[in-house]
């Protein structure tokens, strides 16, 4: 197949050489076709190798995965906590830890990824819980970053709940809706935070959090609700685009640089652009080549911004210095078909992320192509098809279905996902019964006897007999006066307080009516 290209480009190459200008004499049509037929194959080959990189990356990826084991922890909120989201946010700082570096084999070979942790809040039937999905080898991270900020808190693993209900629509049972978020603006601008709650007369914040946890108790019986956070530390890229932009604010802009595509357009165009421009006249490098003009710079440019302009580079930079992670969010409502209300629920999902917006920098917005809807008959064919994917991308975690990343700050995170104060009245959410405390110090600690250095095992019960007679017998030996009967009866059995462990413990040690028992012995 190679050859029916090659034949006609070397002839065509050939004839070109020997008579540029009448070659360029030809209608342009034929041109055209002759630059499609030399040139046509290498988009094609560029965009398939492509396709296939990406292919052969997930299909590595996706093992990789498999292989990763995964806990649910659920954490049982303390029930009277002054700690604001500040504590929550130095948490998130800490999880950062978790990225490491991936060299190319790991990548390509392996299929390894950065981890991905899920922070939900689930109402069950009006019943509250905040959970956490991390891979098993992090949940030592996951537990001593809760308790250094929330020593009363109770973490345990529970099941996956989300496995329990179908992914399968339509359902005969249950019915769903859901949403994935995104933001309206690019990820530089950020949105409402809880320090943009906090009244700064009483520096009381009023927590946005308090709305979200009274309308999932709205929750009846067979309804459910849930929030899915998904959190992966990646690269910083999105902090540096920030920067870059506050400096075009400001006129200190960089120098235009090419980009691969135009380098590689005018290193080709060079060699033949001499002998076109020679015999023709025409400056082929200027006519195809990106050319790019520098802009005139005004140096008082940073003396004239406005103020909206001020506070949107503060803004910008303010989210920029803080530790960023990828960020996902899903937003689902399932219940069964006799109590499923989804006008209701789609007005409370809105008004959730809502309270975060901020009109002069960012705000969610709903991802359109994962929302399933019926307005109309063509909107219907793809309902299921919809609802089949937001299940299956809530129930797997997936990092790889639906909308892409955001980019959210520790600040922003721990604004979506914190414990409820003591001012909070927190309806059905569920909380630790008691007080998390440590053992003393000096607190004995008992061994079993197997593990005691210098343990001999009891094969025998005549064990303890023998090895007493051929002890006494060795010392009797031994010792050159004679010993008489009396002080014979006064030497003490070493052996006498030896237990053994196939034996009960009564049997073999003597009981003396005269012992008295200490009374502060360890229990």
Partial sequence: MFSLFAIPIVSQGTGLVSSVPSYFSQPVDAILFDVLIWFGWIPIIITLGWGFTQ????????????????????????????QTPKALENFFASIYGTKSSITWKEKWIYGKLHPVFSFEIISTEGYIRFLIRTQARFRDVMEAGIYAQYPDTEIFEVEDYAKTFPNEFPNDEYEMWGVEMTFDKPSMYPIRTYVDFEDRMSQEIKDPLGLTLEQLAKMRAGEHFWIQILVQPSSNDWAKASVKHVRKIYGDEDAPHKNVLASTLDSFISWPSGLINETLGIDLAGLLSSQTTLKEVDPWKAFKITLPQKDEAEAILRKATKVGFGVKIRILYTARKSVFQKVERTGMVKGILNQYSHLNFNKFALYIPQVPKDDYFWMRWEYTKKQRRLMTGYQKRSWGIGADPIWLNVEELATLWHFPTITMKAPLVKKSESKRGEPPVGLPITYLEETLPGFIPVKEEGYKQTHVSELAQQHKSASEPKVSSESMSDLTDPFEDLVQPNLPHETLRKSSEDDDVPPNLPI
């Fill in 55 to 82: 292919m052969w990356l997930d299909y590595r990826r996706g093992l990789y995965s498999a292989k990763l084991k995964y806990i649910i922890l659920a954490v049982d909120v303390p029930t009277a906590t002054e």
